[in-house]
């Protein structure tokens, strides 16, 4: 019979059953009738031998066809399991509430990683979309993707791996024209980005790449963000011109709402503007075709259709062998030149994939922790309803059909725990999202959507069955006639069940000392960078940011050279200086500010060392420019030598200043000073290092040992221009002030960014704040739920002893004795249970190595405070069991036995 028309045709069959049923009990009873036996004995008679009816009916309802039946045994089993669930209000609430809580907790995490690593990028083909990035693994240590030139960018073009490449290039740019001048976020790329990307503008069109010529192309793309702020939506926008860095630039589109650059940065995945170049050919420098001379800081590509990223990187690792014999001065063996292929949505997520995989790890042990309290219950409860079992049992209901049914109940417990823990999610979706930093990628794409309720269905079944099982198997593999023997003693649970509670505890107190191991090694590493010594002085410290143009025209540039900025720069100062609170300025690079380099081509410079030119020696450092106040102003210490200084000009001879690990690096058994570097390898001139500073946390706050040059900016000009003020400022009035002072000097420049560096070097550490709190948060539930667990295995104890405490009470036992005897069960419990967690601690803390800072994976102190932390809450479990024991009234107890 189809499952389908089996209900509507339930009825009716049933009937006719009861009804054959009768017609074969009287034809009986009237032959016995006619045999002489009374009516009533002989209808009494026909009934016992026709047998029990509900079992008969069972019977045939089975010949009748296996998916109706089971679909009619499974709407009964649902609704015995509603039923039996409103009559023990206590244990459903509690249960329910402990798996919305391991439910809604698990589905709130995945939310993220669903919407950040499952997804595919919002691509067609995403996945043969890839990042190209240039290694030299032999320089400097080995620096990881420090651009790639526009030969090279040929050569990919040419070699038959890619169907298209696009080189990009992202820069904070002026938009001028409106009101006010204001900062845009500018990538410029190939012409045929968007159709790589297979994107189409919502308004207009995007760059043929038919178009494709040397130098630049004076059209641009636009945000739908852009276009809104600036051009209130107008939809005749196409075709007007909008003045970027004194640049002409027609628009001929407008991306749609939603689009975002597949980048990991936030400042990129912001672009306001897209242009479009051929990365040679005027105006661009002769030098933008020097075959290493990276002009760009990376590019993108798709691969050939039937490509995969494996094949594609043999094919690029050939290629490179090639160019390597090809041009050996370029590509000397000792820098170990490579191309990596990375898959985009790996670049787009950067380091965040293992935080986020970690944390889903995490809460998955809290919903386990929670599936064993409530199998504990579950156990708890099978023992008293021991009775009821035995009798179904012995009515002659199927061990098997006894085992579905408590399944199904614990299947609808974990549902309904489900459903809480998703209406919960829906209703604080937006505290939620709060809570995850907006630094994160594709936050924006974090939603409640069928996946991820699908996943929460999925979690909630799983973990009923998880939860249900031992429960059900113990109840199949009941003791029917020791049980009934009990009458109204009531049934005390089987050595069986009492063993599984008690692994049950200790698999919670297992995973619970995983977790707080976990959560205080991160603690301890988040610890030790807010401890450790900055190498500066962060406090009072105000930064703003403005840009000096950089038109495509060189003969238009205002500030070609440091000496033409200087003007403007000491007399900003001046300016600034004269603001009330304010103590000391200083002007720097963009890369100047501490923990702050969203762009990395920003703060990496290319340098050659003298001596080692010869070698074909260059290597890449992290590098800034700044005025010679920068130093004071951020108070950090002078090593050796003397630091920058007014004289610093264009005009006297190039100098900088490096770091302690710079020195260390690059002279480990030479004094540097005096020693001379190019501070680009297109530079004509040596700057000699005339001062090494100590080692600071600039780049990150894990490590101060990265190499760090810095030039003086009257002698280097810096386009992208942090202000430093020292003083206690308030930020939005210093914000207008500065303002005011700069479009002063230049109406044409924008004012934005206005921080303190203290908000900085919080901001900095906000992916691991976070993930540092959510582990604490999952490992204190998970203590909680540990020491819920060790109470209720230790009061069950105490109620199944209670005649045993009270034999001993009477004998003379002194309530010592009783508490000690009540106590030593949660102490094997809670060692046992460390031990396994130790155990687990030590795998989960090396898979989380990366992670920490200042803090080995195995550090014991860690390991131990989590121990006793554990055995603390642990005895707190014990202990109130235990008192009730001891209060145990001997004559009541006996009496009652």
Aim: with cysteine; charged share 20%; glycine share 8%.
């Amino acid at each position: 019979m189809s499952v389908f028309r089996w209900p509507w045709n339930r009825d009716r069959q049933t009937d006719d059953l009861a009804d054959e049923f009768r017609a074969h009990i009287e034809m009986a009873a009237a032959d016995r009738v006619a045999r002489g036996e009374a009516p009533w004995e002989a209808r009494a008679a026909a009934r016992r031998e026709f047998g029990n009816p509900g079992l008969v009916q069972e019977i045939s309802r089975d010949q009748w066809g296996r998916a109706g039946v089971w679909l009619e045994r499974l709407v009964q089993d649902v609704r015995f399991a509603l039923r039996m669930l409103r009559r023990a209000p206590g244990f459903t609430t509690v249960s329910i509430l402990t798996i919305a809580l391991g439910i809604g907790a698990t589905t709130a995490i995945f939310s993220v990683v669903d919407a950040t690593l499952l997804h595919p990028l919002p691509f067609p083909h995403a996945e043969q979309l890839v990042r190209i990035e240039d290694d030299f693994a032999g320089v400097g240590g080995g620096a990881r993707d420090v651009g790639m030139s526009t030969p090279e960018w040929r050569d990919l073009q040419r070699s038959g791996i890619f169907q298209q490449i696009s080189p990009m290039w992202f820069d904070d740019n002026n938009l001028t024209g409106s009101a006010r001048p204001q900062r845009v976020g500018q990538m410029s790329v190939a012409p045929n980005y968007f159709a790589m990307l297979g994107v189409k503008p919502q308004l207009g069109v995007t760059f043929d790449p038919a178009d494709a010529t040397p130098g630049f192309n004076e059209q641009a793309v636009i945000s739908d963000g852009l276009w809104k702020r600036a051009f209130g939506g107008d939809s005749s926008v196409i075709g007007r011109i909008v003045q970027v860095d004194s640049d002409s630039y027609r628009i001929i589109g407008v991306m749609p709402s939603g689009f975002q650059p597949p980048e990991p940065t936030r400042g990129a995945r912001a672009t306001d503007t897209w242009s479009a170049f051929g990365f040679s050919g005027a105006p661009l420098s002769h030098e933008s075709v020097v075959r290493r001379t990276p002009l760009f800081p990376g590019a993108i590509a798709r691969l050939n259709a039937g490509l995969t990223i494996a094949d594609a990187q043999r094919r690029v690792d050939a290629l490179v062998e090639t160019l390597r014999r090809q041009y050996p001065e370029d590509y000397p063996s000792r820098s170990d030149w490579r191309i990596r292929l990375v898959p985009l949505q790996d670049y787009v997520m950067g380091d965040l994939r293992q935080p986020l995989l970690f944390l889903l790890g995490a809460v998955v042990l809290v919903l386990g922790i929670g599936c064993a309290n409530v199998a504990n219950l579950l156990l708890a409860r099978a023992t008293s309803r021991g009775r009821e079992l035995a009798v179904r049992q012995a009515l002659g209901g199927a061990r098997s059909r006894l085992v579905r049914q408590l399944l199904t109940e614990s299947i609808v417990l974990s549902a309904l725990g489900g459903v809480v823990a998703i209406a919960l999610l829906l209703s604080t979706r937006s505290l939620f999202i709060r809570l995850v930093p907006d630094g994160v990628p594709r936050f924006n794409d974090i939603t409640v959507n069928w996946e991820v309720l699908s996943f929460a269905l999925v979690a909630s079944l799983i973990a009923g069955a998880a939860f249900g099982l031992a429960p059900a198997l113990h109840a199949g593999r009941l003791d029917v006639t020791r049980v009934l023997k009990q009458e109204g003693r009531g049934s005390s649970g089987s050595r069986e069940q009492r063993r599984t509670r008690r692994l049950i505890v200790v698999a919670e107190f297992a995973l619970s000392l995983v977790l707080m191991s976990a959560a205080g090694l991160l603690a301890r590493s988040f610890w030790t960078m807010l401890r450790a010594p900055l190498g500066f002085d962060a406090h009072d410290v105000t930064v703003v940011r403005t840009r000096l143009p950089y038109p495509n025209d060189p003969k238009e540039d205002l500030y070609p050279t440091a000496a033409a900025e200087e003007p403007f720069a000491r007399e900003l100062m001046r300016r600034i200086k004269e603001m009330p609170g304010v103590e000391s300025v200083a002007l720097g690079s963009g890369a100047a500010v501490p923990l702050d380099h969203p762009e990395r081509d920003q703060t990496q410079r290319h340098i050659l060392i003298d001596g080692a030119e010869q070698n074909g020696q260059s290597v890449f450092v992290t590098g800034s420019e700044v005025t010679p106040e920068y130093f004071h102003l951020l108070r950090m210490s002078l090593v050796k030598g003397r630091l920058l200084d007014d004289f610093d000009t264009e005009m006297a001879p190039p100098v900088a200043v490096i770091n302690e690990s710079m020195a260390r690096t690059y002279w480990p058994n030479d004094d540097p000073l005096g020693k001379r570097l190019k501070l680009t390898t297109r530079a004509t001139e040596w700057a000699t290092i005339v001062g090494i500073v100590a080692d600071a946390r600039t780049e990150s706050l894990a490590t101060s040992s990265v190499p760090h040059l810095y030039a003086s900016l009257y002698q280097r000009e810096g386009k992208h221009l942090a202000i430093f003020l020292r003083g206690r400022l308030e930020t939005a009035a210093v914000g207008r002030a500065v303002r005011d002072h700069v479009q002063a000097l230049n109406s044409a420049l924008p004012v934005f960014g206005v921080r303190t560096l203290d908000e900085t070097l919080s901001a900095s550490l906000a992916v691991r704040r976070l993930s540092m709190e959510l582990i604490a948060l999952f490992a204190a539930t998970a203590l909680l739920l540990a020491a819920l667990g060790i109470y209720g295995v230790i009061s069950y104890m105490v109620g199944e002893r209670t005649h045993e405490i009270g034999v001993r009470l009477a004998l003379g036992a002194r309530p010592s004795d009783v508490m000690g005897i009540v106590m030593q069960q949660g102490i094997r419990l809670t060692l046992v249970g460390a031990a396994l967690g130790l155990a687990g601690s030590l795998i989960a803390s090396r898979a989380m190595a990366s992670l920490l800072v200042g803090v080995t994976p195995t550090d014991p102190l860690t390991f131990l405070a989590a121990a006793i932390v554990l055995a603390i809450v642990a005895m707190a479990g014990c202990y109130f069991p235990a008192r009730r024991a001891i209060r145990v009234d001997p004559i009541v107890a006996l009496k009652a036995s």
